[in-house]
Each structure stands twice: as C-alpha cells, then as structure tokens.
C-alpha cells in the first residue's frame, strides 16, 4: 500500500506514525511546503519572545523518519490532487501516486479585507518563518498594533513586549478572549495584562491601517488613530482547504469529513486544522494530534471512529494561570462562581459538567481539567467554589 501525507504538521506526523504501527510493509511518504521538520507550533510564541531556540522546540529529526521508515520531503509544496488516477501533483509537476492519501494541510492566518494590510510592517504569524520576519523586523520600533484579543493575539502582544515601548491590542468585542471567558473574566485578565504592560482599545474594530510604502498607524472606527511602526494580524484562520477542492472533495467551513476522517472521495482522507467534523473545525494541536492518529489508523485499514475532542484553551503568559473548556454562556445550566484576590472561578453543569473558567488559581485548573475531561469529581470543584451559585 502507497501512502501520502501532505503536511508535517502534528496531524500528520501523527497519521503517519499510526499507519506505520498498522502496516508495517507500506511505503508512507510524508511532502511538505515547509522546510523546517516537525516541530511543535505552540512555542513559537516562546521562539518569539528570545526565551528558546528552534532545537529545542523541534520535536522530531532525520532519525526518526528513518527508523520508521517514512520517507520526508520537505520544501515542497503540492499543487493540486487528481482523484481520478490517484496522484498528488507538486508546484514542479512531479507526480506522487497513491493508494491512500491524507491532506493535513494545517490553517493560514485569517487576513480580513482592510484598506494598508499589504503595507510594509503588518505580519501574520504561523511558523517559525514568520516569527523570523517579525523579529527581525520590529527590533527597534516603539508602537505595535495588534489586531485581536483572542489567545494568539495575546500571547504574541505579550512576546512582542521585550521590543516595543507600546503594545495595544485591538479587540472587537468589549472583553479579552470573548470565546474563552465571560465579561467578568475578560475585565480581570485586562488588569493582569495591563500590569504587564500592555494597552487595549476594547470594542473597537479598524478602518483602515495608514502609511506611506510601511505602516504609519491603525485608524480605528471610532475616528481615534494609535501610532504604529509594525501591525500583527491576528484574527483567526481559515483551513487550507484548496487541494480538498481540487481532488472534487465536499468541502463547507472546512474540508468535511465522517467518523473516519474520511472525506467524500474514496482514498482520501483530511486530519487537523482544515477538517470540518460533525460541523465543528476545531483548530487546537490536541483535536489535530488525534484527527491524525485516527486518520492514519483507518488508512491503515484499522476501522476507528474519532470521538471528538473537548475544546479547552490556556494562556501562555507567564504569571497567568488561565483555563477555559466547554460552554460557559448557558441561561439553561447551574452555574457556580467567585471571584476572590485576584482569581475567578466559575463551573457550569447540567447533568454533567458543562463548562468552567479558572483564572488565577493554578490548583483549581488541576481539578476542573480533570473534571472537564470525566476523570474527576465536580463536587471538588464546588467546594472551592464555596457553592456561590449565581
Ligand atoms: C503561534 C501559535 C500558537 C499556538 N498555540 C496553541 C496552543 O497553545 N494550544 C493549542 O491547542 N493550539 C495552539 N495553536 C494551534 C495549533 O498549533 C494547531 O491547531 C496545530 O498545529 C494544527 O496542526 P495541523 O497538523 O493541522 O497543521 P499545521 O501544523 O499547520 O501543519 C500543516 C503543514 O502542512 C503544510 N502544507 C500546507 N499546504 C501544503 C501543500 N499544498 N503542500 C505541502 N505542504 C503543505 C504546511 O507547510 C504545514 O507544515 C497555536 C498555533 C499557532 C500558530
């Protein structure tokens, strides 16, 4: 059995790790776009900050593709995929054939359609090139903007502190991280971040970012403009979904795929950042590590369903202890809270446990992950709580 991998990323390394303990006699061919092996996405924002170096966060090297025989080609991108003879096609024209075929193909940042988003100074971050660029490029500017308050945004305005005098954030809604906490939790983390430093212009949206040739500033709607010598964009991302496209595959917000992970042409099968499960597009590196290792067991031909995994999200700033799983704006469930010296709590359930927020409290995050993820007991969690219930 022939099998393509494209992307190396963790969905993908993941894939091909499980078709080889599967099929130990297939020949399984991992292709890239990019140049650097399998590393591990979220410490970028470690990378971006000064705080390590590439090694330490690349996760796997030349031995490992050797030991488990998997051949790895890096640099190159595919183009397109023809279905009907079962062959990827990369940017040169050469042909890669292919009884099963996996596209982990990962995101791209989301760039919403704004007047100076091409200017010079205004960056998007993915991987490790991209953070590359940003250092190099703001080592002596004063003023950065950056467009979005959600996780990414956060972390990356926080990194960037080390260079820039003043960092704002720019966030649409009213509260930080508006899909991860209510306006209690938004407004506590807002005063933390502040004491670091940073600076926020909350429910505001931009109209336009200005210069001449390179970014000068970030009109906002409002009519107010914040000066800016650099802009980060980070408002999501969008599923790199054209090669789905290309092979005839259905494809709605992302690549749609069954329990399988198999999409709606025979032999191929989509994992990770671009597949859309059930309606839902996920985004996180646990739902792409396992979409990958269920993926690579069906190839395989090991009939295994995926299960879904449970959104949770943490900040990576240190000092900020910050948990957030599940649902949490439910006018239907019993809801606990409190807030005390700095820490907030609050936990949601009906029937089981439905949601919860801790921020502050690394010993309450222990509990409501082992809660949130059915391995502990939600009565634990409202005794801390002290059984406030709003
Ligand atoms: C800075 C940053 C911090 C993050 N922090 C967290 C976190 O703390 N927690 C969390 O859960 N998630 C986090 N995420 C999200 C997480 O990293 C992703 O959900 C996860 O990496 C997705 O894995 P993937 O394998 O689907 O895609 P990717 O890791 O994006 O890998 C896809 C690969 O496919 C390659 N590729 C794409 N198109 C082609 C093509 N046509 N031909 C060949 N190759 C191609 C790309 O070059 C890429 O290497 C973070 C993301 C970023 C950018």
Known sequence: MNYIIIGNGVAGTEAAMAIRKTDPDGEITVISESKHPFYYRPRIIDYLAGEITVDKFTLYGDEHYAKNRITCVLGTRIASIDAKNRSALDTEGRAYPYDRLLIATGADPYVPPLEGAGLHGVFTIRGITDADRIIGFCQNIEDIVVLGGGLLGLE?????????????????????????????????LQDMLEKKGLCFALGESVLSIRGE??????????????????????TGIKGRNELAVSAGAAV????????????????????????????????????AREQGRIAGLNMAGAA?????????NALKITGIDLYSAGEFNRDDAETFSCSLDGSYIKYLQKGGPLGAIILGDP???KIAKNVMERNGDPAELRKIIGLTSS
């Open 252 to 287: 709605k917000k992302g690549i749609v795929v069954d329990d399988f992970m198999a999409t709606s042409v025979e032999g191929i099968f989509a994992a990770g950042d671009p597949a859309e499960h059930d309606g839902c597009l996920y985004g996180i590196w646990p739902a």
């Open 363 to 365: 010993g309450a995050i």
């Open 213 to 234: 040739g390179a970014v000068e500033s970030v009109l906002l709607k409002s009519g107010k403009e914040i000066p800016a010598g650099a802009v980060i964009i980070s």
């Open 304 to 312: 295994t369903p995926y299960r879904k995994t449970l959104p949770s």
């Open 156 to 188: 990356t305005a926080n990194a960037l502190l080390r260079f820039a005098k003043r960092i704002t954030v720019v966030e649409y809604f009213e509260w930080l991280l508006p899909r991860q906490l209510d306006r209690t939790g938004g407004a506590m």
